[in-house]
C-alpha cells in the first residue's frame, strides 16, 4: 500500500525555537497534504490543509505565523512551529491525498511527537 | 459546522461482538470514514461508507444511514489486539476529514 513518512518521528527542543517536521509521500504523488495535531486522549485535530505550489488554508483558531506550512512539491510537505513553547508538545501527524484517487486514498504517516521543555 | 458523536469507552470481551455508533451533523457530506488507532500510533484505515447500507470486510462491518446521521462500525469475533481507539471521521464536499473524539475499545479476556 501507499507509504507516508513523517521525518523526525520525535523531537524534544528548548522553549523559543523552530522545529521542522517533513511530511513525504514515498511512492505516490499528493495533490494535497493535510496537518494533523492529536493530545493525550484526545482525538486528532486538523490544523491545516496544503495544496501544491499554493498557500495552505488554516482551520478556526490555529495561527498561521506560528505553524508554517510549506509544500513545495506533490511528494513533500514541512510543518514548522515557530518560537515553540510547551503548549505546542503534541503528537503531530501529517496525511496525503494521493493524485489519481478518491477520498479513500488518504494515507497517514506514523506521526512526530514533540516535546518542548 | 460539525458535530461527532460516539460513546468516549466501551468494554467487550475476547471473541464477542461490539458495536461502535456514531451520529454527526456536517455541512456537505460527502461520506464517512472509520479509522483504528493504537496508542502512540498513526490512524489506520478500515472503511469508507458513502451510500446507505452495511459494507462488510472481514471481521469488520460499517454502517450508514445518510438520512439519519447515523454511522457503526461492527467488529466480530474480537481479538485482544482490537484492543485501540476507534474514530468515526464524516467526509465533507471541502475534502477534509474531521475527526471525532474516539471511542476507546478494550477487549478482555
Known amino acids: 500500500g501507499a507509504v507516508v513518512s513523517q521525518h523526525p518521528s520525535w523531537v524534544i527542543c528548548k522553549s523559543g525555537t523552530s522545529v521542522k517536521i517533513e511530511c513525504r509521500s514515498l511512492d505516490f504523488q499528493a495533490t494535497t497534504m493535510f496537518w494533523y495535531r492529536q493530545f493525550p486522549k484526545q482525538s486528532l485535530m486538523l490544523m491545516a490543509t496544503s495544496n501544491e505550489g499554493s498557500k495552505a488554508t488554516y482551520e478556526q483558531g490555529v495561527e498561521k505565523d506560528k505553524f508554517l506550512i510549506n509544500h513545495a512539491s506533490l511528494t513533500l510537505s514541512t510543518l514548522t512551529v515557530t518560537s515553540a513553547h510547551p503548549e505546542d508538545s503534541s503528537f503531530y501527524i501529517c496525511?496525503?491525498?494521493?493524485?489519481?484517487?478518491?477520498?479513500?486514498?488518504?494515507?497517514f504517516g506514523p506521526g512526530t511527537r514533540l516535546l518542548v521543555l | 459546522g460539525q458535530n461527532i458523536d460516539q460513546p468516549t469507552e466501551m468494554t467487550a470481551t475476547e471473541g464477542a461482538i461490539v458495536q461502535i455508533n456514531c451520529t454527526y451533523q456536517?455541512?456537505?457530506?460527502?461520506?464517512l470514514f472509520w479509522y483504528q488507532q493504537h496508542a502512540g500510533e498513526a490512524p489506520t484505515f478500515l472503511s469508507y461508507?458513502?451510500?446507505?447500507g452495511l459494507e462488510e470486510k472481514g471481521r469488520f462491518s460499517s454502517f450508514l444511514s445518510r438520512s439519519k446521521g447515523y454511522s457503526y462500525l461492527l467488529l466480530k469475533e474480537l481479538q485482544m489486539k482490537d484492543s485501540a481507539s476507534y474514530l468515526c471521521a464524516p467526509y465533507n464536499q471541502g475534502g477534509k476529514l474531521i475527526f471525532g473524539q474516539g471511542t476507546e475499545l478494550s477487549v478482555k479476556p
Open positions: 461508507n458513502v451510500l446507505d
Open positions: 456536517t455541512s456537505g457530506f460527502n461520506g
Open positions: 496525511s496525503a491525498r494521493s493524485l489519481a484517487g478518491g477520498p479513500e486514498t488518504q494515507y
